[in-house]
Nanobody, 125 residues
Framework: VQLQASGGGSVQSGGSLTLSCVASGLAVSRYHMGWFRQAPGKEREYVAILRSGGRTHLTDSVKGRFTISRDDAKNTVYLQMNSLKPEDTAVYYC????????????????????WGRGTLVTVSS
């Protein structure tokens, strides 16, 4: 299984970016897919999840600004990020969890089976 994240870059505050996560070795439609991020000097934190059934959840700090979605035909998950703020600066990681496994906390890093290599997002003020 590989999760290949891309789309990071440098933008000014208020700008937008879309991150992509192309999966190989699993079908994104059958897995819970999500994003975490790690800012400089901080712990890795949960950002968003898209469950296999289609339900989504985002952490409070990005609600109303970020959207998580997927394209099953492309086996790709997206994180659309609008109204970016300097505090969104971080390395963003794509994650996945087998949807057949039950009993997990979606915001817990240990809940995910696979992690991609991160993509850096830098937001300047």
């Amino acid at each position: 299984v590989q999760l290949q994240a891309s789309g990071g870059g440098s933008v000014q505050s208020g700008g937008s970016l879309t991150l992509s996560c192309v999966a190989s070795g699993l079908a994104v439609s059958r897995y819970h897919m999500g994003w975490f991020r790690q800012a400089p000097g901080k712990e890795r934190e949960y950002v968003a999840i898209l469950r296999s059934g289609g339900r989504t959840h985002l952490t409070d700090s990005v609600k109303g600004r970020f959207t998580i979605s997927r394209d099953d035909a492309k086996n790709t998950v997206y994180l659309q990020m609008n109204s970016l703020k300097p505090e969104d600066t971080a390395v963003y990681y794509c994650v996945s969890r087998n949807s057949l496994r039950v009993g997990y906390v979606f915001s817990n890093r240990g809940s995910y089976d696979y992690w991609g290599r991160g993509t850096l997002v830098t937001v300047s003020s």
